[in-house]
């Protein structure tokens, strides 16, 4: 079974661009999560879906940081304008409902 | 609200020697537990779980935690720590009545001496 899938892996840019990330879940797995890993911290909730509904967007930065899941399967999740502290990697998972969660392997963003 | 503590950030242990990462929590009742593995340029893999029952809970690749609640602890051992055990390790708690929206603790970063 194919896990998680992110991408790309890593990207840099300068502050103020714009940059998306790409995540595709395990199939059949109806809840996804974004969260954004600083260096030297652990994960932290930025969004989740169920299906194609946002269950929990309480500490996504909604002036900069857009997400969506269309059709309930993949997500983007959007950062425009970029900030230096921006800089994190940034981890898609994915679960059968509010069973265990699996991660992909990130998106590790340096932002100039 | 609930938060986490790994009071270690890094550790350092000889292979072959036990390993204990500590890890509090703060929550008003009883949550689920989790002790998540993170590997250079892995995601995440979660290495055991508590939801209720016995408070001495296996996982894989031979790590066990105990809960304890008088101590609001979780403490992730091993009783013999194998070169490739070497990653940062991350407790997490998610409140029992509300899915399973983790808050992780900041990580504690596993050094394996020869």
């Known amino acids: 079974e194919a896990g998680v899938a992110q991408s790309p892996r890593y990207k840099i840019i300068e502050k103020r661009q714009s940059v998306a990330f790409w995540c595709n879940p395990i199939s059949g797995h109806a809840t996804l999560y974004w969260y954004q890993q600083i260096l030297g911290q652990g994960p932290k909730l930025l969004i989740q879906?169920?299906?194609?509904?946002?269950?929990?967007d309480s500490q996504l930065p909604k002036d900069r940081f857009s997400a969506e899941r269309l059709k309930g399967v993949d997500s983007t999740l959007k950062i425009q304008p970029a900030k230096l502290e921006d800089s994190a990697v940034y981890l898609c998972?994915?679960?059968?409902?509010?069973?265990?969660?699996?991660f992909g392997p990130g998106t590790r963003l340096t932002v100039l | 609200a609930q938060s986490v503590t790994q009071p270690d950030i890094h550790i350092t242990v000889s292979e072959g020697a036990s390993l204990e990462l500590r890890c509090n929590y703060s929550y008003g009742a009883t949550p689920y537990l989790f002790w998540y593995v993170q590997s250079p340029g892995q995601g995440l893999q979660l290495l055991l779980k508590?939801?209720?029952?016995?408070?001495l809970v296996q996982g894989i690749k031979g790590f066990e935690a105990e809960f304890k609640r008088s101590q609001s602890s979780f403490n992730l051992r091993k009783p013999s720590v194998h070169w490739s055990d070497a990653a940062e390790y991350f407790c997490?708690?998610?409140?029992?009545?509300?899915?399973?929206?983790?808050?992780f603790g900041g990580g504690t970063r596993l050094m394996v001496k020869p």
């Open positions: 998972a994915s679960s059968h409902y509010y069973n265990e969660q699996f």
């Open positions: 997490a708690v998610a409140p029992n009545n509300a899915g399973n929206m983790l808050t």
């Open positions: 508590y939801f209720s029952g016995d408070t």
């Open positions: 879906f169920q299906n194609n509904g946002v269950v929990d």
